[in-house]
């Protein structure tokens, strides 16, 4: 293929593309032959670019959020709607956002821009809801490396309580360890040294500090090459989470009550199917479970090939999350079963004991736990009341009952369950935690490689052409804003952020994706971009989801997320050191605030972009100017415009033709290059033209 130039005033105008139409069917030309942009990398294999996806998606939420939700709704009963959302919401989202990065080859603020310019801050609201989850996500990493960096003394910091003098030559445990219990007390005291309200800094801890430097060097680490650098490092945490979870799986169901812990996840409670709120944490676990509205999917999307099959990369991905959540609830329900039949036990050994005082006939071998439960369970009522000895209420049901989410999970229960393993707990404990931190930065990864992919793209600044200084930058800022949760009231700053920060935000996100692919872009001319790409459009069952499901769904749960946030006084669970339990408080008016401002920072992006292009504050030029650099064109359009490169074929012809006649004759065609006549989204872009 060549070129024509007319030497004119304007130039580019009068440049003429060379377009052979003698090709053969095999040698149709497409977005993916054409040549693309020289700074875009590329995935090193589809294996790569797959365990990012999965390393992204699957994080934390499937490990301490799903099995708390399969706790409270019923147990099996919580799968039903959980596979439901999957197919309806999870999946067509997914999609989605793979097709569109694909397709545009640019982060998430190129790509609706692309989509229409009023729908630019779609993008930006994307952008900064990632940086603002980012800061808070990784101080959880920031507690993982802590308990990992403990998790090498024998025996572990919290497998008891500190003694205390108050005699000499005599010591008791620490009064308030002794209630709380070890792992409790060694969380809030000793790792958070956390205050006694949001309302108190209790200034900063320096060990944790540290904790969070190094977590953030790691992050920066691991981006700073963008893909080329965490697309090494996601093998390590797409794939190691899964051995571990196979092998906490082998030793749980070995240990004492670990069946019962199975059984009873799997039992469903159909009734709790038809509690509303049981549908809406569904919905909303799969929503967040996905990464969904992140912009950290359309990211790594963009570095595929034009014909990578992404439809199948979301059926897979979707069903590897699922696949996920259920082995690792599996795993937790197994574990926190033996934890419950260790405390059923314990809590007939109390009775046994106080029995013994009553009946001396009886001694610890004929007065067993089979012997307890068949005689005396039943009686204790007119015991206590003829003897006036205490009885604790011992039911393994209850036990299995008591529910944990969250860091209440992951270092409060399942370090207390660790204990009981004996003098091999540390080595579980180190590979608990390498599982957690594995987990987490595979989600960190993918939550920041969006944020910074979309300022690269940007280039607003000369200096952000260079990757490692735009992930330097950002790293550095996000640390030193993060010193906020270090501080001894840290630990309610994170939960703040965790509330606040990405709920409202991200499904009011997702809403307008949707609508913008579906009425504004319009799913007839998305259906046709799909084709182009992977050869087949999509079915009715993705275009009725896309079209009026999906929405839906959105909507509801968004106008239920608004109704449980603030339809009550915002309250919080601060910690009681004289109790030692969370007891609620309501949030200052500061902290208030700050839940808005994490809102409305996020969220108040898409209108205001739009407004601002409506009224001409913004002009149309520098909305395609920050379509990553590539002027509003797709990226082979971009890269034959820049250089002046035209189609051409060797074997050309050279004889004039009519335009009209069909394409696979021995004639080519001649346009004139115009830039502005290459929009995604226009009637003439550069595959129709083809």
């Excluded at 005699?167 to 060694?186: K, M, Q, R």
């Excluded at 600044?461 to 949760?485: D, E, N, Q």
Aim: charged share 15%; glycine share 8%; net charge negative.
């Amino acid at each position: 293929m060549g070129k024509r130039k007319r030497i004119s005033k304007d130039g580019i105008n009068n440049t003429e593309l060379i377009i052979p139409l003698n090709l053969p069917s095999a040698d149709v030309v497409t977005d993916h032959d054409l040549p693309q942009p020289p700074d875009r990398a590329a995935w090193d294999s589809k294996l790569q670019y797959f365990f990012m996806v999965i390393s992204y998606a699957v994080g934390l939420g499937n490990v301490w959020r799903f099995p708390y939700l399969t706790q409270q709704h019923g147990g099996g009963a919580f799968l039903i709607p959980y596979f439901v959302m999957l197919f309806v919401e999870g999946m067509p989202l997914l999609y989605l956002e793979l097709a569109i990065g694909q397709k545009m080859r640019t982060g998430s603020m190129g790509v609706w821009n692309r989509i229409h310019p009023l729908m630019g801050g779609v993008g930006v609201a994307s952008c900064v809801t990632s940086f603002t989850v980012a800061l808070y996500y990784n101080a959880i990493i920031m507690w993982c490396f802590y308990y990992l960096f403990h998790s090498f003394q024998s025996p572990l910091p919290w497998a008891t309580c500190p003694m205390t003098t108050i005699a000499p030559n005599h010591t008791i445990p620490v009064p308030e360890c002794d209630i709380a219990g070890p792992t409790s007390y060694f969380w809030y005291r000793k790792a958070l040294v956390i205050s006694p309200g949001i309302d108190e800094i209790g200034g900063i801890n320096w060990k944790m500090l540290l904790c969070l430097v190094f977590a953030w060097l790691v992050v920066f680490g691991c981006i700073c090459r963008g893909i080329k650098s965490s697309g090494k490092v996601v093998y390590f945490t797409a794939t190691f989470p899964y051995i571990v979870l196979t092998i906490f799986f082998i030793r749980g169901i070995t240990l004492k009550g670990a069946t019962d812990g199975l059984v009873h996840m799997f039992t469903p409670k159909l009734e709790k199917l038809y509690d509303p709120q049981c549908w809406l944490d569904a919905a909303t676990q799969i929503f967040y479970s996905f990464g969904l509205a992140f912009g950290g999917l359309i990211a790594f999307s963009s570095y595929n090939p034009s014909n990578n099959n992404f439809q199948r990369d979301a059926i897979l991905v979707s069903l590897c999350n699922w696949f996920t959540a259920i082995y690792a609830c599996a795993v937790i329900f197994a574990i926190l079963g033996f934890k419950a039949t260790l405390m059923f036990e314990n809590c007939l050994d109390h009775n046994i004991d106080v029995l013994l005082d009553v009946y001396t006939s009886y001694n610890k071998t004929t007065l067993s736990h089979n012997v307890y439960l068949e005689q005396f369970s039943n009686n204790l009522s007119s015991i206590s009341n003829s003897t006036g000895k205490v009885f604790r209420h011992c039911n393994l049901q209850d036990d299995l009952d008591k529910g944990a989410e969250g860091t209440g999970l992951a270092f409060i229960i399942f370090t207390q369950a660790i204990n009981e393993f004996g003098p091999s707990a540390p080595f579980w404990s180190f590979v608990f935690f390498l599982m957690l931190l594995s987990l987490g930065l595979g989600s960190e990864f993918g939550t920041i490689e969006g944020v910074a992919t979309s300022l690269y793209d940007l280039q607003l600044f000369p200096w952000m052409k260079r990757r490692w200084l735009v992930s330097a930058v950002l790293c550095g800022l996000s640390c030193f804003v993060g010193i906020l949760f270090v501080l001894g009231s840290g630990a309610y700053w994170v939960a703040l952020f965790d509330a606040f920060a990405g709920s409202f935000p991200l499904i009011l996100i997702a809403l307008a994706e949707t609508i913008g692919i579906t009425y504004v872009y319009g799913l007839d001319k998305f259906a046709h971009d799909v084709e182009m790409m992977i050869g087949f459009r999509p079915n009715f069952y993705w275009r009725i989801v896309w079209r009026v499901i999906s929405p839906l769904l959105m909507a509801c749960l968004l106008i239920a997320t608004l109704f449980s946030k603030f339809s009550k006084p915002i309250v919080y669970f601060a910690y009681n050191k004289i109790n030692a339990e969370l007891e609620p408080k309501l949030y200052p008016w500061y902290a208030g605030v700050m839940c808005a401002v994490l809102v409305l920072f996020s969220i108040m992006w898409m209108p205001g972009i739009a407004l601002l292009k409506k009224f001409g504050i913004i002009s149309y030029d520098q909305a395609k100017a920050s379509a990553a650099n590539t002027g509003g064109h797709t990226s082979s359009t971009t890269a034959f415009v820049r250089s002046g490169i035209t189609i051409n074929e060797e074997n050309d012809s050279g004889h004039n033709s009519d335009a009209d006649e069909v394409p696979f004759i021995d004639e080519t065609i001649t346009l004139p290059i115009d830039p502005k006549n290459f929009f995604i989204g226009d009637e003439q872009d550069s595959e129709s033209i083809v």
